[in-house]
């Protein structure tokens, strides 16, 4: 490591992003894929739309309560 290093043409935040622009991966469970590739073959969705439809219709009917 150096003793001394150059931070004149450093700019501050240039990494940064905010959480709310953060996506996080979620992984589901082998089987639970298997099912829903099939079920996106046949309706011509790919999987992240038909995941999330799926879970927007559990929200909306209590069957998953938010935060």
Same mark, same amino acid.
């Given at each position: 490591? /150096?003793?001394?290093?150059?931070?004149?043409? &450093?700019?501050?935040? /240039?990494?940064?992003? =905010? $959480?709310?622009? $953060?996506?996080? =991966?979620?992984?589901?469970?082998?089987?639970? +894929?298997?099912?829903?590739? /099939?079920?996106?073959?046949?309706?011509?969705?790919? %999987?992240?739309?038909? +995941?999330? /439809? %799926? %879970? !927007? !219709? &559990? $929200?909306?009917?209590?069957?998953?309560?938010? =935060?």
């Amino acid at each position: 490591m /150096k003793d001394d290093y150059d931070f004149s043409n &450093a700019e501050q935040g /240039k990494f940064y992003i =905010p $959480i709310e622009q $953060i996506e996080l =991966p979620i992984y589901l469970d082998k089987d639970l +894929v298997l099912c829903l590739e /099939k079920k996106c073959q046949e309706s011509h969705e790919s %999987l992240q739309i038909m +995941v999330h /439809k %799926l %879970l !927007r !219709r &559990a $929200i909306e009917n209590d069957s998953i309560t938010t =935060p």
